[in-house]
Structure formats: structure tokens, C-alpha cells
């Protein structure tokens, strides 16, 4: 579904400030593969979610996204086919809008072709009405409510519903639930899984959580230095545990894992 | 009515009107698409130098249609330099202000003013629809006011279609946007361009009102625009698109009527600019300063008690 094949990227080139951020990083994604990855800070992870968005061109090498070349493709063309989640909860809804019409904007990807002058009909409305109620959160009888007025949960959630209102080709999760509170986070993780598992989304999550990276979905991709040190999935990963995962990091990068926030995270913790 | 005659009123009420279109112009590009655009007060003049030279060629209406499509093209303009160029948004709207006075000069055949006397207005043909005397005195309001019933009403339909909705995200959240497949830079251009016809039908319709126009005309309009503007968002808060929009166009009445009550009150024309000044301070910090005196009042309260 998704096939990057050396793609590297450097922030301020020819200036002390010179990052290799993305270095000849290659990776496939078969349609249905949930991958989680996790990386030291400055690994390349958001770059890559950059990367594949279309927020910068890669200096080198393309991406391939259902069969199609988008390597050159402007951001919000690439978008019609691409969910994406934030860790801020903010970033992917606008607070001054109704519920119901944030939806209508995310909807938008579906009714390409239908008229930029067409209002949200009663269709549509019913429609957001079921969608949300998928989300259990009672925000179905909120829809005429501004969103600034919802928790940061309720806002990740809407946004989850929101990229994937219309099935996205893939879904980019960036730490999407480290900025929620336990509780909070454990729900929408759970809404996570329900909605790819139940439209078989491929998807790429970013955790800081190691217990996470190997118990959601079914590959693991390690990363640091802008390039993938492990990729593992099948039997192979059904075994491993946080120990194993570390090991192999070290041999991979030549390392030790140096991120103490994903060190110090625990099974049940954010 | 001693103080205040029913003239005086009517007068600030047209005023206020047309000075309204420009207010729901920067209502569209400052509040919803959270852009400063300063390139009001030439797109202003532009508006009138257009529908002048139109109108003295005998056509009125087609005047207000040019003097729209004019406005249309400064917006794109604005619009073109800080999307694909690169330029801040105030910038490109002071650069766009500077060259379009060299172009309303050129509109109005380098002359620094004309005068529309003998030919029709818009304002003339409906007031020759009834020979009555209410009708003589109010025919103009009217007119502008059926103008500002449609407009808002477009505005209104316009901002919930789904190009209105994009436009909107587009002020609101632009990481929201750019993860939802709608094209920021476009729906910044159609902003401005909608904004600009808005400005430039205001300074149109004030060239038939006045029968004039004249270069310097647009001058400061951006600061009484603006006055307008936080007025209404101060009268309506950031309610239902509706009432801001007609809080809005309050907000220019109000603006009016201050004006027009320091008038009777002799105020020298030439502290005119320090009254607005003032009117557009203090409409800004009105709710802030009812928060300070709620708190002390607070305060008051909780010492008595204590």
C-alpha cells in the first residue's frame, strides 16, 4: 500500500544547523499492516510522517501510495487519501466550528465532486449523527456545539472519526494519545484499534509507550537517525518483549536506546 | 427633536451602512480568515474611482458591477503575494494599498478627483421611483439597506456551503485544514477576492452617494472599518455567524451615531481622528474592563464580609 524507497531529507543544508533527518529510508507497508514505531528523540519518525503528508519534498527518492506516485504531489491532494492525527488534541480540529461542521469538512474528501455551494444536508447530519455515536461519548447530541467547548479526549477522538470519516488509503497516528490522560488515552486507543481493525485501515503509530509498540498491531519498526534499524512482525514479534526489543535496537543502531521517557513508560502508563 | 434631528440620524445610518459593506469585508478577511489586510482604504477608492468613471459613462448599475469585479482583482492580488510569494500578509496588503493609488489616479484619468453631477446614480433611479416627500427623504436609506439585507444574506448562505466552511477551517485551524484535503492557499484567495468586491461595492456606492470621488477618499477607512468590526464583535461576541454579521453592521451604525453626536457636541473636525481613536480603544477594552470591575467588586464584597 505504502512504499517509500530512499527517501532522505535534510533541514538547513550548508548551515551549522545542517539535520540529516531522513536518511535513504526505505519502507513498505503491505494494505491491512499496522505498524507501530518507536525511536529516540530526533530519529525521524515525525519527518517521515512529514514526509509521506506532503508538508516538505523529500530531497531524494519517492513514495508510493496505493500503486501511485505522490512523491510530488502537493499536501492537500495527498490528503484526500491520508488520515492523520496529531499529539496535540488541538491541532486537528477548529475550535470556533460546530461539531457537526468540522465533520462537514472532513467529509469534504467524499463529495469531491459534488458542489462547493452544496449545505450540510439532513443526509449528511444524520450520517455524523451515527458516526458519532460509534464514539460512545455522547457528542451526537452536541453537534450544533462549538468544538473549543470539548475535553482534549473528546477533541482526539472527533479527530480520529474525522480522518477517517471517509477510508483514508492510510491513517499516520503521531503519539496521538500522549497528550490525554490515562483514562482518557486508554479510550481512544481503544477506538484506534476498533476503527483499523474493522476497515483493515493500513496504519502507521507512533508510540513512546514499548509495551504499546509491540502489543498493537502487527509490526514493529524501530528507528533512529532517520533510517529503520528494525522491522519486525509475524512470530518473530509475537514472542519479544521490552528486553528483547531493546537488544535488538542496540545491534541494529550501535547504540543503547537513549529515550528516558520511553524507558520509564510502563505497561498500563502513557 | 432638538438634540438629535431625524436627519442627522438618517445621515449617520446611510453613512454607517455603507460603511458597514467595508466592515463585513474586514469581518471576512480579519475574523474569519485571521488575516490583516490593509489594503482597504485603496480598494476602497478603487471602488469608487471604478464605479465613477463607469457611472459618468452613463451606466449606473454596470458601474457597481466593474467597481465589484476591480475589488476582486486587488483581493487576488493581496491574496497572490502571501500565498505564492511569500510576502507577510500585512505586507502584501501595504504593498497592494501603495500601488493602487497610482492606479485609482490612472482610473480617474490622473486627476486627484471627479464629479459624477448629470448623470444617474443607483441612489437617483430608485428614488425616482415614487414622488412622495418620505419618499424623497428615505429612498437612499432604503436602497442601502435592501443592499446590506442581501450582502449579509449572502455572506450568511455563503459561509455554510462547503467552499464557506473550507474558508473558515482555513482561519480556524490550518493544520486541520492541511490534513483535510482543502487547498489553504485557494481558499485564502477566494477570501480576499469576496473581502475586496465587499470594499470596493462600499466605496462604489458612496462615489453615487456623494456624486465625487476623490483620491484621498479611502484614507483611514481601515481604522473606521475596524472600529465597526470590534463594536459588533464587542455588541454579539463570537456567537452564531448570523449575529455577528448583523452586529457588524450595528457596530458601523453605532460607530455613526458616536460620530455624529460629537459633531452636535462641536467637537473640531480636526480631533475627528483622536474621537475614532478613542471609540475604537474603547470598544476594544470594554470587556476587560468589565472583568476588572467585576473583580473588584469581587474584592469589595469579600473584605465587607470578612
Given at each position: 500500500?505504502?512504499?517509500?524507497?530512499?527517501?532522505?531529507?535534510?533541514?538547513?543544508?550548508?548551515?551549522?544547523?545542517?539535520?540529516?533527518?531522513?536518511?535513504?529510508?526505505?519502507?513498505?507497508?503491505?494494505?491491512?499492516?499496522?505498524?507501530?514505531?518507536?525511536?529516540?528523540?530526533?530519529?525521524?519518525?515525525?519527518?517521515?510522517?512529514?514526509?509521506?503528508?506532503?508538508?516538505?519534498?523529500?530531497?531524494?527518492?519517492?513514495?508510493?501510495?496505493?500503486?501511485?506516485?505522490?512523491?510530488?504531489?502537493?499536501?492537500h491532494i495527498r490528503s484526500r487519501t491520508i488520515g492523520r492525527l496529531f499529539q496535540d488534541p488541538l491541532m486537528g480540529t477548529a475550535p470556533h466550528m460546530t461539531i457537526e461542521e468540522?465533520?462537514?469538512?472532513?467529509?469534504?474528501?467524499?463529495?469531491?465532486?459534488?458542489?462547493?455551494?452544496?449545505?450540510?444536508?439532513?443526509?449528511?447530519?444524520?450520517?455524523?449523527?451515527?458516526?458519532?455515536?460509534?464514539?460512545?461519548?455522547?457528542?451526537e447530541d452536541r453537534m450544533s456545539q462549538p468544538v473549543g467547548l470539548l475535553s482534549g479526549g473528546q477533541r482526539q477522538a472527533l479527530t480520529l472519526?474525522?480522518?477517517?470519516?471517509?477510508?483514508?488509503?492510510?491513517?499516520?497516528?503521531?503519539?496521538?494519545?500522549?497528550?490525554?490522560?490515562?483514562?482518557?488515552?486508554?479510550?481512544?486507543?481503544?477506538?484506534?484499534?476498533?476503527?483499523?481493525?474493522?476497515?483493515?485501515?493500513?496504519?502507521?503509530?507512533?508510540?513512546?509507550?514499548?509495551?504499546?509498540?509491540?502489543?498493537?498491531?502487527?509490526?514493529?519498526?524501530?528507528?533512529?537517525?532517520?533510517?529503520?534499524?528494525?522491522d519486525v512482525a509475524g512470530t518473530e514479534r509475537e514472542g519479544m518483549t521490552v528486553e528483547d526489543l531493546l537488544r535488538r535496537f542496540a545491534a541494529g543502531a550501535g547504540k543503547a536506546f537513549d529515550n528516558d521517557r520511553i524507558l520509564l513508560s510502563t505497561e498500563e502508563g502513557i | 427633536m432638538g438634540f438629535l434631528t431625524a436627519g442627522i440620524i438618517r445621515t449617520a445610518l446611510e453613512v454607517g451602512l455603507i460603511y458597514g459593506l467595508v466592515a463585513?469585508?474586514?469581518?471576512?478577511?480579519?475574523?474569519?480568515?485571521?488575516?490583516?489586510?490593509?489594503?482597504?482604504?485603496?480598494?476602497?477608492?478603487?471602488?469608487?474611482?471604478?464605479?465613477?468613471?463607469?457611472?459618468?459613462?452613463?451606466?449606473?448599475?454596470?458601474g457597481i458591477l466593474c467597481a465589484m469585479g476591480a475589488g476582486v482583482c486587488?483581493?487576488?492580488?493581496?491574496?497572490?503575494?502571501?500565498?505564492?510569494?511569500?510576502?507577510?500578509?500585512?505586507?502584501?496588503?501595504?504593498?497592494?494599498?501603495?500601488?493602487?493609488?497610482?492606479?485609482?489616479?490612472?482610473?480617474?484619468?490622473?486627476?486627484?478627483?471627479?464629479?459624477?453631477?448629470?448623470?444617474?446614480?443607483?441612489?437617483?433611479?430608485?428614488?425616482?421611483?415614487?414622488?412622495?416627500?418620505?419618499?424623497?427623504?428615505?429612498?437612499?436609506?432604503?436602497?442601502?439597506?435592501?443592499?446590506?439585507?442581501?450582502?449579509?444574506?449572502?455572506?450568511?448562505?455563503?459561509?455554510?456551503?462547503?467552499?464557506?466552511?473550507?474558508?473558515?477551517?482555513t482561519g480556524d485551524s490550518l493544520a486541520m485544514v492541511r490534513a483535510s484535503s482543502i487547498n489553504p492557499a485557494l481558499m485564502i484567495t477566494i477570501g480576499l477576492c469576496f473581502s475586496g468586491s465587499l470594499t470596493a461595492l462600499a466605496g462604489c456606492l458612496v462615489g453615487q452617494f456623494n456624486k465625487t470621488c476623490d483620491i484621498n477618499l479611502g484614507t483611514g477607512m481601515v481604522t473606521i472599518a475596524l472600529a465597526s468590526l470590534v463594536i459588533g464583535e464587542t455588541l454579539t461576541g463570537r456567537g452564531r455567524i448570523p449575529v455577528r454579521i448583523a452586529g457588524v453592521v450595528l457596530g458601523s451604525c453605532l460607530y455613526r451615531?458616536?460620530?455624529?453626536?460629537a459633531l452636535r457636541l462641536n467637537v473640531p473636525t480636526e480631533a475627528f481622528k483622536l474621537v475614532s481613536a478613542l471609540i475604537v480603544a474603547v470598544a476594544i477594552a470594554a470587556p476587560e474592563a468589565r472583568k476588572l470591575i467585576a473583580a473588584r467588586g469581587r474584592q469589595l464584597s469579600h473584605k465587607r464580609t470578612s
Open positions: 500500500m505504502l512504499r517509500i524507497e530512499n527517501v532522505s531529507k535534510t533541514f538547513n543544508p550548508g548551515t551549522v544547523n545542517e539535520k540529516k533527518a531522513l536518511d535513504h529510508l526505505s519502507l513498505h507497508l503491505l494494505p491491512g499492516d499496522f505498524a507501530t514505531i518507536v525511536g529516540s528523540n530526533g530519529a525521524g519518525k515525525s519527518t517521515m510522517f512529514n514526509a509521506i503528508a506532503g508538508t516538505f519534498l523529500a530531497d531524494e527518492g519517492t513514495i508510493l501510495l496505493g500503486g501511485e506516485d505522490i512523491t510530488f504531489r502537493p499536501e468540522n465533520l462537514a469538512v472532513a467529509y469534504l474528501r467524499a463529495s469531491g465532486r459534488s458542489s462547493v455551494f452544496s449545505r450540510i444536508s439532513r443526509k449528511d447530519r444524520a450520517f455524523f449523527r451515527d458516526q458519532l455515536s460509534l464514539l460512545d461519548m455522547g457528542l472519526l474525522m480522518a477517517t470519516v471517509v477510508t483514508p488509503r492510510i491513517l499516520l497516528l503521531d503519539e496521538h494519545t500522549a497528550a490525554l490522560d490515562p483514562a482518557t488515552a486508554a479510550k481512544v486507543l481503544e477506538l484506534t484499534r476498533t476503527i483499523v481493525a474493522e476497515r483493515s485501515i493500513t496504519c502507521l503509530m507512533v508510540t513512546h509507550n514499548m509495551h504499546q509498540a509491540l502489543e498493537m498491531g502487527n509490526r514493529t519498526i524501530m528507528m533512529n537517525a532517520g533510517r529503520i534499524v528494525l | 463585513l469585508s474586514l469581518f471576512i478577511s480579519f475574523s474569519i480568515l485571521d488575516i490583516c489586510d490593509l489594503s482597504t482604504d485603496g480598494c476602497y477608492t478603487l471602488g469608487c474611482a471604478v464605479g465613477a468613471m463607469v457611472t459618468i459613462a452613463g451606466h449606473p448599475l454596470l486587488s483581493g487576488f492580488v493581496t491574496a497572490f503575494l502571501q500565498t505564492r510569494l511569500g510576502v507577510q500578509s500585512i505586507l502584501a496588503g501595504i504593498i497592494v494599498n501603495t500601488g493602487l493609488y497610482t492606479i485609482n489616479l490612472a482610473v480617474m484619468g490622473f486627476s486627484s478627483n471627479v464629479s459624477i453631477f448629470g448623470t444617474d446614480t443607483v441612489f437617483s433611479l430608485f428614488g425616482s421611483l415614487s414622488e412622495s416627500d418620505f419618499w424623497k427623504d428615505w429612498s437612499d436609506l432604503i436602497l442601502l439597506a435592501l443592499i446590506l439585507l442581501a450582502v449579509g444574506t449572502f455572506i450568511y448562505w455563503f459561509l455554510g456551503t462547503r467552499l464557506g466552511l473550507s474558508i473558515r477551517a451615531l458616536i460620530i455624529s453626536i
